[in-house]
């Protein structure tokens, strides 16, 4: 039975020439096997190899999540162009009841070698706040996968490293959807920019923030890290320096994001024990220091407030704003002017013992769930991103030292709850978030309703499987085990000491 007539042309801009994918033909095989061929064309002018990837629908094309649990031959990495490719997809693979007749099939081809699989949860945020290069086709089209993407606004506008790659209109070419932010430090400016180029975001920065800086109790310049120095947001004037400059940005570069990134808003002014500041920062020049002094403090929350408001007052209500710092994930009110919030070193800050236990439990106040609702909802969110770039292990049944990907944890607990799971790069440091990304991609498709919440048990089921949580000591680095299906299928386990990608 002729099930599909499909094609589809995948391309990146950035590239020379850009594989093409044509007459796809989806037949089921008559033999009973439940085996289906899925045929395709595949050209490239490079000649280049090529990563195909498969992608099923049984909702007749409306959505593309369906599960390809088990396909072979011209799929995956290593594919060169050529006509009559063959797909083989076991279609009985986890079902028997599926509806042939509403199947579709794509076939997307990159010849940068990059995997497009239907990914669960649809929420996925990547966090680099490195160096990228983003004038490389299969940065763009790996960064083009996620939803959310959280990056350093300086490197892409004006006077920036990349200011001339129009990076965010190819991600949007390939993901019309997605939202990228860029890194703003609401409370600091970088030292090296005094010296940088002129045009250039945080040159701008350092400079127009000169007159609005920071002095210790001593007198001293106040530092919240070794490389940047504070700024003043309870002067009206750094404020408004601090949005022009984000402005000027905006309208003059080549690359417009969707919003920024705050870092990093607290009940109180964050500082590294790192710096060896000579007395303590003193934001109001009344010779007391910042955390011996409430009203200081409480001057400080309400500059915040006002910087939030200008800057939706200056650059618009559809201008995404996103929270760094704990203060968001702890005050409703406050967590009410986001589109959301960065649950950075998730789940060891804030949330008191046992971490995980407090932040997956429904009727604790301040937990991913309740919180979660606290967050604005007309830009597309809440986004509510889960971080860490912590490693965490075990030593497994065998004697051997186990790796755990915190990312994959954040899945399962993303899953529960709508939440965006963020995974970092193995050599993700403290200094520096850098790209990652699952090495096993699952597929749950939409969610059939919200968790539910038995004993140590956290459930949520999805049009084609589910997810499992079993809470153990709730506390960081290994709180629970976890477990998802898909298809019936069990594809990924954490159970320890056993663990099962």
Request: glycine letters at 8%; hydrophobic letters at 45%.
């Amino acid at each position: 039975m002729l099930l599909l007539l499909l094609s589809l042309n995948w391309a990146v801009v950035a590239n020379a020439a850009d594989p093409v994918v044509t007459n796809v033909v989806l037949a089921q095989r008559a033999d009973g096997s439940g085996l289906v061929d899925i045929t395709y064309d595949v050209a490239d002018a490079d000649g280049d190899t090529l990563a195909i990837t498969l992608q099923l629908s049984d909702d007749a094309g409306a959505t593309w999540f369906f599960p390809v649990l088990e396909a072979t031959g011209d799929v995956g990495p290593g594919i060169l162009p050529g006509t009559g490719r063959d797909i083989v997809w076991n279609a009985r693979a986890g079902t028997e009841d599926l509806v042939l007749d509403q199947v579709r099939a794509r076939v997307l081809a990159s010849d940068a070698q990059v995997g497009f699989q239907a990914t669960s949860p649809t929420h996925i945020a990547i966090t680099d706040f490195g160096v990228v290069d983003w004038a490389d086709p299969a940065v763009i089209e790996k960064f083009s996968r996620a939803d959310l993407c959280l990056v350093m606004g300086h490197h892409l506008w004006m006077g920036g490293v990349s200011e001339n790659v129009d990076a965010i209109a190819q991600l949007k070419a390939l993901n019309p959807d997605i939202v990228v932010l860029a890194y703003v430090s609401v409370k600091s400016a970088q030292l090296w920019a005094e010296t940088a180029d002129p045009r250039s975001f945080w040159y701008k920065w350092f400079h127009r923030t000169a007159p609005y800086l920071v002095y210790t109790t001593l007198g001293e310049v106040g530092m919240d890290w070794p490389t940047s120095r504070l700024i003043n947001i309870l002067e009206p004037g750094c404020r408004q320096v601090m949005l022009e400059t984000i402005m000027e940005m905006q309208a003059g570069s080549l690359n417009v994001f969707d919003g920024v990134y705050w870092d990093y808003f607290n009940r109180v002014l964050w500082v590294s024990q790192n710096v060896p500041n000579e007395g303590d920062p003193d934001m109001d020049g009344d010779g007391i220091g910042h955390w011996a002094d409430p009203d200081e403090m409480v001057a400080y929350r309400a500059a915040q407030i006002e910087l939030i408001n200008a800057a939706r007052d200056s650059l618009g209500e559809d201008f995404i704003q996103f929270f760094n710092g704990q203060r968001a994930y702890s005050d409703s009110t406050f967590a009410a002017l986001a589109d959301g919030a960065y649950y950075e070193l998730f789940p060891t800050l804030y949330f008191p013992d046992p971490d995980m236990g407090h932040a997956l439990d429904p009727d604790f106040e301040n937990s991913l769930f309740n919180a979660r609702r606290w967050f604005r909802t007309n830009n597309g969110g809440p986004y509510v991103v889960l971080s860490s770039i912590w490693r965490t292990g075990y030593r497994d049944t065998s004697g051997v030292n186990t790796y755990v990907s915190t990312g994959d944890k954040f899945r399962a607990i993303a899953l529960l709850g709508d939440f965006y799971a963020s995974w970092n790069s193995d050599n993700a440091n403290q200094v520096g978030l850098v790209y990652g990304w699952s090495t096993h991609d699952i597929s749950l498709g939409q969610p059939l309703g919200p968790a539910t919440f038995e004993g140590p048990f956290i459930r949520r089921d999805f049009q084609y499987g589910k997810v499992e949580i079993e809470m153990t000591s709730g506390r960081y680095p290994d709180p629970f085990d976890y477990r998802i299906w898909e298809l019936g299928k069990l594809v990924s386990e954490l159970a320890i000491p056993y663990h099962t990608p």
